[in-house]
């Protein structure tokens, strides 16, 4: 089975623009999480999305969002973007929704804001 | 809320030597434990996953203990290697809201020296 695939793997974008990032989990699992992962604050929960709908929320503005599609694909978008945004969001995926499930990680989007 | 130490930032070990990790939680009260390591530039791997009414678990040379009275899980590899100095990251479920999520520790990173 192929794994978690995230893309693009390196985005450079400047303050004030928006960003769109991609995530493909593996095969037949159907909850899509998202981190933010910066050297201060380690991994941080985005949010989590099972059968196309948010099911988990993680204490990020609003400029934070994301969607999940009918395959299971997801997004997740940051408007008006932040020097502070600049971090490693992972995807991870896994076949049940919450925490008693073990996440398989993608390699990562390493977005850098200028 | 809930706050997930990990023993130390950085631990220098003698290969063949056993490697110790700490992981102490408090506020909560989880069902379930996990087990990451974390490669330079690459997402999180799953290792290990214990439940609260289980003492320890075994892989290999990986060993997980979970003392929900102490509120803190040893995460062991014993005989370690170089190939095994990576960041090692304990993670909890977490009820919020009506909603489980799985919260990260910071990591220890973990240096195997021969």
């Known amino acids: 089975k192929a794994g978690v695939t995230q893309t693009p793997r390196y985005l450079i974008k400047t303050r004030g623009q928006q960003v769109t990032l991609s995530c493909s989990p593996i095969?037949?699992?159907?909850?899509v999480s998202w981190y933010q992962q910066t050297p201060g604050q380690g991994l941080q929960f985005l949010f989590e999305?099972?059968?196309?709908?948010?099911?988990n929320k993680g204490n990020f503005p609003g400029r934070f969002s994301g969607r999940q599609f009918s395959n299971s694909r997801s997004e997740m978008n940051v408007s008006t973007l932040e020097l502070g945004d600049s971090a490693l969001y992972l995807c991870a995926s896994s076949p049940r929704q919450g925490g008693n499930s073990p996440l398989h990680f993608g390699n990562g989007t390493r977005l850098t804001v200028t | 809320s809930q706050k997930i130490e990990q023993n130390s930032e950085a631990l220098n070990i003698q290969e063949g030597k056993t490697a110790t990790l700490t992981c102490n939680y408090t506020?909560?009260?989880?069902?379930?434990l996990q087990w990451y390591r974390q490669d330079p530039g690459r997402g999180p791997v799953f290792l290990l996953l214990?439940?609260?009414?289980?003492k320890e678990k075994r892989k290999e040379r990986l060993k997980v203990t979970f003392d929900t009275t102490l509120k803190q899980s040893l995460f062991h590899i014993t005989a370690s290697q170089p190939a095994d100095s990576a960041t090692y990251l304990c993670a909890l479920d977490y009820i919020s809201g009506s909603a489980r999520q799985l919260t990260f520790g910071s990591g220890t990173q973990l240096t195997v020296l021969p």
């Open positions: 214990i439940r609260e009414n289980e």
């Open positions: 999305y099972f059968s196309e709908t948010q099911r």
């Open positions: 506020n909560y009260s989880p069902a379930y």
């Open positions: 095969s037949g699992h159907r909850s």
